[in-house]
């Protein structure tokens, strides 16, 4: 055992993001379906991740993190995707808007510009690209707007303008759900509402949905990534769709790492 080259290099560690992340979950059924018994999930946050690939990358020293798409990581630096025969960490996904029960009736211009937000990946990454070349998230989402008439006109399509109603987005700091809250938080606001931006956790960011404290939310990654809440709170908050197609999630290394496959980590 301990004979694994990129394992010592590493001392057996894949840099991990929020314990209650889906990423975390899939990540620790590869580290069982692969046999990784040598590895360590380190717990922390997205932005730790982002710092120590950042450091690692500047080094150019070896380093796994757990990854996800969209993201700005792939525009800053060159990044590859181990390979995941057993498919541990899922196929495609979409991303769902999820929104309170009785939106619909309390304000729905918001209920309609919510069930009418849809954007590709390019759109998302280019706001993270944004935020992380040092832009607030939310001069990166008016910056977004601007540039994209055509389709903030298709969200807003037959949508009764608001009366300053307050609608409550609830997120988890992801850089993916900072771009899209941003976002489409911005055009309620153009459209008459008053909104607040709540950073919480992920299991709060479903329930603030159930149990009608939070109106919406945009990160709802499925059909696997978020399953477990997903489940546990679907009966109890409206569905709107995907608004985004085509995410990935996996274990992401430098290209100069010289490993390709998940099965590469065992010994
Ligand atoms: N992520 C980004 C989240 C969903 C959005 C992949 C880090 C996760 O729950 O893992």
């Known amino acids: 055992a301990n004979s694994n080259k990129i394992g010592v290099e590493t001392d057996y560690e894949v840099i991990g993001i929020e314990p209650g992340a889906g990423l975390m979950g899939l990540a620790k059924t590869a580290i069982s379906d692969y046999e990784l018994n040598n590895w360590t999930l380190v717990e922390g946050s997205s932005a730790a991740m982002a710092a120590e690939l950042k450091k690692a990358y500047d080094a150019e020293e070896p380093i796994i993190v757990t990854g996800w ?12 995707y181990l390979d995941d025969p057993k498919g541990s960490f899922g196929g495609a996904e979409d991303i769902n808007t999820l929104v309170r029960k009785g939106l619909e009736q309390d304000a729905p211009g918001a209920y309609k510009i919510l069930d009418q937000f849809f954007w590709e990946p390019s759109d998302m990454e280019s706001v993270m690209v944004e935020v992380s070349n040092g832009s607030s998230p939310a001069e990166a989402a008016e910056k977004w707007i ?16 608001g009366n300053e109603e307050s609608i409550d987005l609830v997120f988890v700091a992801w850089d993916t759900e900072i771009a899209s809250t941003n976002v489409v938080g911005k055009v309620l606001e153009q459209n008459g509402y008053d909104v607040s931006y709540v950073q919480v956790e992920v299991g709060p960011m479903f329930a603030g949905v159930a ?8 990160g709802a990654w499925l059909p696997g990534t978020h399953v477990e809440y997903y489940e546990t709170y679907k009966n109890d908050l409206v569905d709107l769709g995907p608004n985004l197609q085509g995410t990935k999630n996996g274990l992401v290394v430098p290209a100069y790492v010289d490993i390709d496959s998940v099965e590469d980590l065992q010994d």
């Open 69 to 80: 798409t969209p993201h700005w990581m792939f525009s800053a630096y060159d990044l590859k």
């Open 146 to 161: 601007d540039a994209n008439p055509d389709k903030v006109a298709e969200w807003t399509n037959g949508a009764r303008a």
């Open 211 to 218: 149990n009608n404290s939070a109106d919406a939310m945009v």
